[in-house]
């Protein structure tokens, strides 16, 4: 069984950062892509950004493209999520998940079977 603990989340004003982390048990983190989703209140997940199994790869959302990086720790189990400029409607509970495609990432969130119990990030105006 595969557990994903996210951490970092917490309250910012706009125009600020905040570093999230999302590690992970098991031998086996190296041979899988991670992503990472949110969901604001009344909205669907929706996509942020992935990474495959190297780091070697990384996918966007547009709304976030330029402003957030995903990035990965092999040797730690951890993959990160650092957010910069944030804005107000960067709200919303963030979910780090395992893709169930091994190495390659996805943007489907269909395509995720292991997620964590998400971090809460408020961002005030």
């Known amino acids: 069984q595969v557990q994903l603990v996210e951490s970092g989340g917490g309250l910012v004003q706009a125009g600020g950062s905040l570093r999230l982390a999302c590690a992970a048990s098991g031998r086996t983190f190296s041979n899988y892509a991670m992503g990472w989703f949110r969901q604001a209140p009344g909205k669907d997940r929706a996509f942020v950004a992935a990474i495959d199994w190297s780091g070697g790869s990384t996918y966007y959302a547009d709304s976030v493209k330029g402003r957030f990086t995903i990035s990965r720790d092999n040797a730690k189990n951890t993959v990160y999520l650092q957010m910069n400029s944030l804005k107000p409607e960067d709200t919303a509970v963030y979910y780090c998940?395992?893709?169930?495609?091994?190495?390659?990432?996805?943007?489907?969130?269909?395509?995720?079977?292991?997620w964590g119990q998400g971090t809460q990030v408020t961002v005030s105006s």
């Open positions: 998940a395992r893709s169930r495609l091994g190495g390659a990432a996805s943007q489907r969130h269909g395509e995720y079977d292991y």
